[in-house]
């Protein structure tokens, strides 16, 4: 089992680019997230989505788009980044006892 | 709404020596409880949970904590750090507001051990 992956590891971008921040999972899980870490503040949820075609937004959704693409895989989408956007990116999904299984992380830095 | 506030940014202990991290919650409802663990450039790992079973948790690497309803707190020890312990660690408390299985994070404790 290859657990909870992300794509890329790293990457830079300028501002008013975008991107696509790719997740996938092999665990069967229905429920996936999105977070950012930045230093001091812990984890914040963008964006979650608790079964496949549904997508809800967390505490920090701005700036930020998210598909739902099947149950494997949920993607999070930069349209216009900003450097506030600077970031480690997370991504885990859960089973029915609430535990949480994350990926690697993507860190991002806009420039 | 649930809430959850780590004591301590940052604890140095000596190896061998006890560790001591500190978690309080708020919530309105009986709540499920987290600690992860990240080492450096890695993702989050789950160390233990409680889930409204026993009160003294027993997780991975000798870790353990204790859930006391009266002091709102889950603090998480160990009796004897190693320098593998030095690592960043989160609570974190179930969200009831928005989907099941939401996790609301605390900031974190950022753990040294010197040798």
Known sequence: NAGVTQTPKFQVLKTGQSMTLQCAQDMNHNSMYWYRQDPGMGLRLIYYSASEGTTDKGEVPNGYNVSRLNKREFSLRLESAAPSQTSVYFCASSEESATQYFGPGTRLTVL | ?115
Request: charged share 15%; glycine share 8%.
């Open chain 2, 1 to 115: 709404a649930q809430s959850v506030t780590q004591l301590g940014s940052h604890v140095s202990v000596s190896e061998g020596a006890l560790v001591l991290l500190r978690c309080n919650y708020s919530s309105s409802v009986p709540p499920y409880l987290f600690w992860y663990v990240q080492y450096p450039n890695q993702g989050l790992q789950l160390l233990l949970k409680y889930t409204s079973a026993a009160t003294l948790v027993k997780g991975i690497n000798g870790f353990e904590a204790e859930f006391k309803k009266s002091e709102t707190s889950f603090h998480l020890t160990k009796p004897s750090a190693h320098m593998s312990d030095a690592a960043e660690y989160f609570c974190a408390v179930m969200n009831y507001g928005g989907s099941q299985g939401n996790l609301i994070f605390g900031k974190g404790t950022k753990l040294s051990v010197k040798p």
